[in-house]
């Protein structure tokens, strides 16, 4: 889907917005007004201004997209990819697509559970709720799905699934009205404060200090180096394998098409044979019928040949 291009306040907002809304609630209004101050005057402070704090299920939905983009960008992905097979499929298998979306959406939920907890946030059975709503939203509904990749929610979203989403619900759960269309910075999760320690000078020590400060330092960087590496591999093997698991779900819906197909194909022909056979059988049963009259005929007129001879 083609968007509008945006003007440049518009843009500038979702840069800001971006940046505020990946902070937690309990810093959000105080950088908010923050930036507004430093804005105030303008166009863009009065906006700013305006951005409402998300809601408890709305932030950890935006601390997901953020956090694990590139997982977020798998589910819509498979949620783009059944949607397209939905249309061919039998109340059978909608009901394992259904079953199949509540795992992978119930899986997920959890995950962002888990990551509210580790930025200091309990997550309620009701908001968890709510979470895995706007992630089946997401799967369902493209413009769900859109609105989820922008990490601006101040909502959450819910869906049937029967009718699309209309576009002031959509407005309704976005802080900027331009946000579709707009990904969220992936960012990682912030580091933890050095623990608070009081130290008592020694001068003695300094040299030492200092060499095991390098060593230390240079510790690290092997460390840092050789995980940077196995990190890129596994992002590298995460990409391939989710590519192929996109490629081998759509060849077994081709194949379940097919097998649709050949199945209806079956029962056709199953309806024409066993129509065939009656007609067979009817044939058959005349064929009797007429052979018995034929050899009745046969008899009279040997019987009348024979007397008429006699005679």
């Known amino acids: 889907m083609t968007d509008p291009p945006r003007d440049a306040m518009t843009t500038e907002l979702l840069e800001v917005a ?16 923050a930036r507004a101050k430093e804005l105030k005057g303008t166009d863009l402070g009065s906006a700013v201004k305006a951005l409402k704090k998300p809601g408890t299920a709305a932030w950890v939905v935006n601390l997901l997209v953020r956090r694990e983009s590139g997982q977020v960008d798998q589910l819509l992905n498979v949620g783009a990819a059944l949607r397209e097979a939905q249309a061919a499929m039998s109340a059978g298998e909608l009901r394992t697509l259904t079953k199949q979306r ?5 899986a997920v939920t959890q995950q962002a559970r888990h990551l509210a907890a580790e930025a200091g946030h309990r997550v309620t059975q009701a908001v968890a709720d709510q979470v895995e709503a706007t992630l089946t939203a997401a799967m369902v509904d493209a413009e769900c ?17 029967v009718d699309p989403v209309g576009e002031h619900t959509l407005a309704a ?44 330092r240079d510790q690290a960087a092997a460390a840092y180096a050789e995980a940077e590496a196995a990190h ?28 649709s197909d ?21 044939a058959k049963a005349a064929l009797r019928t007429a052979t018995a009259e034929r ?9 009348v040949s024979g007397a008429n001879a006699e005679s």
């Open 102 to 106: 509540r795992q992978v959406t119930a």
């Open 18 to 33: 971006d940046e505020l809304y990946a902070l937690t609630p309990g810093e959000f209004t105080a950088a908010r007004d």
């Open 262 to 282: 050949l199945e209806g194909e079956l029962d056709e022909i199953d309806d024409e044979l066993g129509d065939a056979e009656d007609v067979r059988d009817e």
């Open 145 to 161: 799905g859109r609105a989820v990749r922008s990490g601006l929610l101040v909502a959450p979203l819910h869906t049937t699934g």
């Open 295 to 303: 050899d009745a005929a046969l008899a009279l007129v040997e019987r």
């Open 173 to 216: 759960a976005l802080a900027v009205p331009g946000a579709l269309g707009f990904s969220a910075t992936a960012r990682e999760a912030p580091e933890p404060g050095p623990p608070d320690l009081r130290v008592v000078p020694d001068p003695d020590a300094a040299d030492k200090a200092r060499a095991a400060a390098a060593e230390r």
């Open 232 to 259: 890129a591999e596994a992002v590298a093997d995460v990409d391939r394998l989710s590519a192929r698991s996109l490629q081998l779900q759509a060849e077994l819906d081709e194949l379940r098409r097919r097998v």
